[in-house]
T-cell receptor, first 115, second 112 residues
Framework: NAGVTQTPKFQVLKTGQSMTLQCAQD?????MYWYRQDPGMGLRLIYY???????DKGEVPNGYNVSRLNKREFSLRLESAAPSQTSVYFC??????????????FGEGSRLTVL | GQQLNQSPQSMFIQEGEDVSMNCTSS?????WLWYKQDPGEGPVLLIA?????ELTSNGRLTAQFGITRKDSFLNISASIPSDVGIYFC????????????FGGGTRLMVKP
């Protein structure tokens, strides 16, 4: 019953360092998403992948890149981390794009601190 | 970007109390959803609403899709300690390319 698995759970970076957050889902879902959660601001969409082979920008894509490696995996990369990217990052998946049913399945989150 | 205004931002509950929270927007939404996030976990869907005026229950939870399609509320009856967490409203509309837009969250805490 893994669902959506994301790694690492915690990471501390220095400004300018790069890192990749990994995400995998075992529900055979077509669509995958990366959100960031900041206090009082809810969840904001960074990038999403409607289906294998496609990726699109969300509300706050600047400073991030993504790769839909295959149907299971969707990674988020920070090329040059900035303190403003300190946040909790959530990967999510859904059978089809969220607009159909609205049900997303979330991972447990990755807490990133940029010093 | 899209704005969903959720209130209250936080509230304390005492076991047995009823709880209400709501979400409003200046835009019309096609779908309203309510998610709950337990500490250290990702959000989990509680209730989904697909039609204006729809009232749906899930155990002690009741949610309504506002007639104007610009608001929704969630009620929790007879709260219990495990109700603590962050509750998010979310919605989809054509303006956001059918992506989910989330409210800022309502944090429920237990009164000391």
């Amino acid at each position: 019953n893994a669902g959506v698995t994301q790694t690492p759970k915690f990471q501390v970076l220095k400004t300018g360092q790069s890192m990749t957050l990994q995400c995998a889902q075992d529900m055979n879902h077509n669509s995958m998403y990366w959100y960031r959660q900041d206090p009082g601001m809810g969840l904001r969409l960074i990038y999403y992948s409607a289906s294998e082979g496609t990726t699109d920008k969300g509300e706050v894509p600047n400073g991030y890149n993504v790769s839909r490696l295959n149907k299971r995996e969707f990674s988020l990369r920070l090329e040059s981390a900035a303190p403003s990217q300190t946040s909790v990052y959530f990967c999510a998946s859904s059978e089809a794009l969220a607009g159909n049913t609205g049900e997303l399945f979330f991972g447990e989150g990755s807490r990133l601190t940029v010093l | 970007g899209q704005q969903l205004n959720q209130s209250p931002q936080s509230m304390f509950i005492q076991e047995g109390e009823d709880v209400s929270m709501n979400c409003t927007s200046s835009s019309i939404f096609n779908t309203w959803l309510w998610y709950k996030q337990d500490p250290g976990e990702g959000p989990v869907l509680l209730i989904a609403l697909y039609k204006a005026g729809e009232l749906t229950s899930n155990g002690r939870l009741t949610a309504q899709f506002g007639i104007t399609r610009k608001d929704s509320f969630l009620n929790i009856s007879a709260s219990i300690p495990s109700d603590v967490g962050i509750y998010f409203c979310a919605g989809t509309n054509n303006n956001a390319g059918n992506m989910l837009t989330f409210g800022g969250g309502t944090r429920l805490m237990v009164k000391p």
